[in-house]
């Protein structure tokens, strides 16, 4: 089974800034995928990255930029530029890789992210 | 393109009362799922459906039944509902060209 923690249920940043949110995760797999989904207000769960465990390149999307720690199974989010459409809850997230995963993502508890002007 | 669609949106119910809610999916993705978002707890999967015709249990799969007749809709049912399931459902279905999951809206549910 796997399990994802993340240790920061709230966070602030000033806007314009760059702000990292923590996660953890545990798994017996070989492959497996780690996500970072967004839930602004709207409740709307929005996918902001993904990364493939067997690629050593961190992932990147325009602001968003993920550290990849395999060996010690972390798995932290950094936003660059805050901007104050970024505050949301952040959840991260886990799945295997194929077999009979069949796509089933584990939760975090989630990161409350708040930007300030 | 809708992508995934929930109905209803909201929702009212008193203990006991059951209730349907509907997913549908307009990608011809073979996967979908069901997710309970409570407090604190992230979201934890109820049920999942690997094609038509076929459903599995999640984490949390207690009090709910599903169904996957056709391969655009997965229904999650209710049949006595318990405030113990007051809880935002989120339902997904998964693949496309990045292998992720796509979430409907959501829909907020109160047993009172």
């Known amino acids: 089974a796997q399990t994802v923690t993340q240790s920061q249920p709230e966070m602030s940043v000033q806007e314009a800034e760059t702000v990292t949110l923590s996660c953890t995760y545990d798994?017996?797999?070989?492959?497996?995928?780690l996500f970072w989904y967004k839930q602004p207000p709207s409740r709307q769960m929005i996918l902001v990255i993904r990364?493939?465990?067997?690629?050593?390149q961190n992932a990147t999307e325009n602001r968003f930029s993920v550290n990849f720690q395999k060996a010690a199974k972390s798995f932290s989010l950094k936003i660059s530029d805050s901007q104050l459409g970024d505050t949301a809850m952040y959840f991260c997230?886990?799945?295997?890789?194929?077999?009979?995963?069949?796509?089933?993502?584990?939760f975090g508890q989630g990161t409350i992210l708040t930007v300030h002007p | 393109n809708a992508g995934v669609t929930q109905t209803p949106k909201f929702r009212v119910l008193k203990t006991g009362q059951s209730m349907t809610l509907l997913c549908a999916q307009d990608?011809?993705?073979?996967?979908m799922y069901w997710y309970r978002q409570d407090p604190g707890m992230g979201l934890r999967l109820i049920h999942y459906?690997?094609?038509?015709?076929?459903?599995a249990k999640g984490e949390v799969p207690d009090g709910y039944n599903v169904s996957r007749l056709k391969k655009q809709n997965f229904l999650l049912g209710l049949e006595s509902a318990a405030p113990s399931q007051t809880s935002v459902y989120f339902c997904?279905?998964?693949?496309?060209?990045?292998?992720?999951?796509?979430f409907g809206p959501g829909t907020r549910l109160t047993v009172l």
């Open positions: 997230a886990s799945s295997n890789a194929g077999g009979t995963s069949y796509g089933k993502l584990t």
């Open positions: 798994t017996s797999e070989s492959n497996y995928y």
């Open positions: 990364q493939e465990a067997y690629k050593q």
């Open positions: 990608m011809n993705h073979e996967y």
């Open positions: 459906s690997v094609g038509e015709g076929t459903t």
């Open positions: 997904a279905s998964y693949g496309g060209a990045i292998d992720t999951q796509y």
